[in-house]
């Protein structure tokens, strides 16, 4: 009995002692104010929100203009070479303003801050803090050490560390749509990609805290989830104990679309290899589920397929597409293309071209290939394909995916599609904007009946490549 009381007591002196300081702190950062910016994928902004709650719980607040912060930090990508210039650029602002506020935190998180780790520090001389994507619940620690008068870094990458436990604060929401992550890191090793080193290893997210946060957001007036991972499809997580109750994506969508009918839900991103019919009959039994799946195909031939260490062949990305036509009647279908893969010749990006004209999706984003530092790819194979050749190629893709979008999106006129509406148009606020099941943007004149995060019917009259434009008809 006396062993038992004895670490409890210790424990409650320290939970107790924790308390303190938690209070002791955030009395000391009471109306710090926090800028945070984030760039690449929407893994990133997620994370940005994350960082957002665990400052909040020690006193700081956020703000949106950066020349009023006391911590300025910058959430990066290395996805592309591109994508680590438009940081470094926006880096250089930041540490102007740093040289006339010498007491600002300039911080870096994110997958260039795991790649570079302390180096940055010698590059940009300004900046005090570096931060990997698993390690930001030690950021308070780390921004007293920056108060302190040192630099700070933490990039060691967990196997565990999920943030559970965390309720994000929303950033720029407009209280309609949200961001749930559902698992980190790639176990997938595509040959040409950074993701698997800058996050590190797969792993997902207990279901019921994932419900839990969703269901949350439904009662605070939410009305749609994008579930987040690299590779959702491979999302799995098993209870421990006696009985194992193991949830896989397919279960954890139907979990997530039993919250309420009027939740919709998205997720983001499927990979070809893993996609199961499960998750296609999930799809189409839930209306709520929406009727679109991004898919990556990358390349449309199975030897640069295989180069790129992507486990599928072109055979085996087109029975995927079948499934999903033959399970999911009016599914949209969007994907990543890279042109100018190591070696590709101009034969085998036409596969890549006559997959288009074999999907004709409805969205596309398409990418040269840029060769990163310490992947499969850079070790192993050339990056032979002149610029000018990776250019013309994608022009070419672009221009057909263009017409491609036109051709979907000219297809929905004369329907009626239920819109979730999420706020102005852009161009005008005589009109309201939002999407459709499918996620085509949707433009229609706001009328008294109906405000954002409401559902309507509206008949589509006309469109471009890249919206629907009708009137409400309910
Ligand atoms: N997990 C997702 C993709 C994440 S990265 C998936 O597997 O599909 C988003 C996209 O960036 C990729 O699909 C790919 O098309 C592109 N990409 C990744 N690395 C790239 C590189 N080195 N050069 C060009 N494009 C790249
Ligand atoms: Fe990168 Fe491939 Fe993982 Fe996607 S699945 S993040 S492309 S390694
Ligand atoms: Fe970029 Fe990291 Fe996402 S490299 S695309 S921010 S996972």
């Not at 800028?35 to 020690?58: K, P, Q, T, W």
Request: some cysteine; overall charge negative.
């Amino acid at each position: 009995m006396m062993d038992l009381l004895i670490p409890d007591k210790t424990h409650d002196e320290g939970r107790q002692g924790e308390a303190l300081m938690l209070k002791a702190e955030t009395a000391k950062n009471n109306g710090r104010k926090l800028y945070i910016e984030s760039y690449g994928c929407a893994m990133n902004f997620s994370d940005s929100e994350i960082v957002a709650s665990i400052l909040a719980e020690r006193g700081f607040e956020t703000t949106t203009d950066y020349s009023i912060a006391d911590v300025i930090f910058i959430n990066t990508c290395s996805i592309r070479e591109n994508a680590e210039q438009r940081v470094r650029n926006r880096l250089k602002e930041f540490t102007v303003a740093k040289v006339k506020n010498p007491g600002l935190v300039v911080g870096v998180l994110g997958c260039m801050a795991e790649r570079l780790k302390s180096k940055f520090l010698e590059e940009e001389k300004l900046v005090d803090v570096v931060v990997g994507p698993d390690a930001y619940r030690d950021l308070p620690n780390l921004i007293d050490r920056v108060d302190d008068g040192q630099k700070a870094v933490n990039v060691l990458l967990s196997r565990e560390e999920t943030y559970a436990d965390i309720s994000p604060v929303r950033l720029n929401s407009n209280g309609i749509n949200a961001f749930v992550s559902i698992m980190r890191g790639c176990d997938n090793m595509c040959s040409f990609c950074v993701v698997p080193f800058t996050r590190g290893r797969e792993r997902s997210r207990d279901p019921l805290s994932i419900v839990a946060e969703c269901r949350d957001l439904f009662d605070r007036g939410y009305r749609e989830v994008t579930l987040l991972g690299q590779n959702v499809d491979s999302y799995k997580y098993s209870t421990t104990g006696e009985d194992v109750i193991t949830t896989n994506f397919a279960n954890l969508l139907e979990l997530v679309a039993l919250i309420n009918p009027d939740l919709r839900v998205r997720f983001s991103t499927s990979h070809p290899k893993d996609i199961t019919d499960d998750v296609l009959y999930a799809i189409n039994k839930y209306d709520n589920i929406c009727n679109y799946i991004h898919l990556p195909v990358q390349s449309g031939n199975s030897r640069i397929l295989d180069l790129m260490n992507r486990t599928y062949d072109r055979d085996w990305y087109i029975n995927r597409i079948d499934a999903i036509r033959r399970i999911i009647p009016d599914c949209a279908i969007s994907t990543d293309v890279i042109t100018g893969f190591c070696s590709e010749t101009d034969e085998e990006h036409k596969d890549t071209v006559s997959m288009m004209d074999y999907v004709k999706y409805d969205f596309a984003y398409m990418f040269k290939y840029s060769e990163r530092p310490g992947t499969l790819a850079a070790k192993r194979y050339a990056d032979d394909i002149p610029e000018e050749v990776k250019q013309k190629r994608l022009t070419e893709i672009v221009a057909k995916q263009q017409e491609y979008s036109f051709y979907r999106m000219q297809a929905r006129i004369g329907r009626v599609e239920r819109v979730l509406i999420e706020g102005f148009s852009k161009k005008s606020d005589k009109d309201y904007c939002g999407r459709s099941d499918q996620n085509a943007m949707v433009i229609f004149p706001v009328g008294e009946n109906y405000k954002p995060g409401q559902y309507v019917n509206v008949l589509i009259e006309r469109s471009t490549t890249a919206t629907l434009i009708g009137k409400v008809v309910d």
